[in-house]
């Protein structure tokens, strides 16, 4: 498995790009800008966009998806409930005098349990409400993308619309904590963790 880690954006979101090492098929997680950057890096790794995942609909982590569309035909995913707020993504980046344009809707939606498979790769789509009502996590072979459900020492805001901080801290506890301590953490924001270190450290939920 091929992982490339970018820090894209004005708001410093960490854009994964994931591929398949034989096939040479990749995914890119939450393109949030720095577009340029973001294609650099595939076609230096020789890798092949399939598809486009956000792993939740603010603006920071899908503002690059029109562009990487257009250059690659990739498609779009996200969950259900996120879903409308790619249709929102230039207004709410306006508010912070931030100008993006909003993204083409939705590909396809996922939800609980559902599988992105790309190469030889497959990646299970687990829901982690909280920091939105559609934020997911994506998890194989003792690594998961958490988008904004957790950070190291922190989680996500919960005081934007929509959000819920009971229903973030039970998604961690939950969903993401059973998955075992060893398990490595790649949050939208800051550094790697895992789950152990999150257990011990993390005031919110240790």
Do not use: W
């Not at 590909?107 to 790769?121: M, P, S, Y």
């Not at 909280?130 to 993308?145: A, E, K, M, R």
Request: hydrophobic residues 40%.
């Amino acid at each position: 498995m091929v992982i490339k880690e970018l820090v894209v954006g004005l708001i410093m979101t960490n854009c994964f790009i994931v591929g398949c090492e034989k096939s040479r098929e990749a995914i890119v997680i939450d393109p949030g800008g720095d577009v340029d950057k973001i294609l650099d890096a595939t076609y230096e790794s020789n890798l092949n966009i399939k598809y486009i995942v956000n792993t939740h609909g603010h603006f920071d982590h899908t503002g690059g998806n029109k562009a990487i569309k257009e250059a690659t035909g990739a498609e779009i995913l996200i969950h259900r409930f996120d879903a409308p707020m790619l249709r929102q993504i230039s207004m709410t980046a306006m508010a912070m005098g931030i100008i993006l344009e909003d993204s083409p809707p939705a590909d396809l939606t996922v939800d609980e349990g559902d599988e992105i498979r790309f190469g030889k790769i497959s990646l299970r789509v687990i829901h982690t409400p909280g920091h939105s009502p559609g934020g997911i996590s994506l998890y194989t072979d003792g690594i998961v993308f958490v988008g904004d459900t957790l950070f190291y020492g922190s989680i996500g805001r919960t005081d934007l619309p929509g959000s819920s901080f009971p229903t973030l801290i039970s998604s961690i506890k939950e969903k993401l904590f059973p998955l075992g301590d060893h398990v490595r953490v790649y949050s939208g924001h800051g550094p790697t963790t895992t789950i152990g270190t999150e257990k011990r450290i993390n005031p919110f939920v240790a």
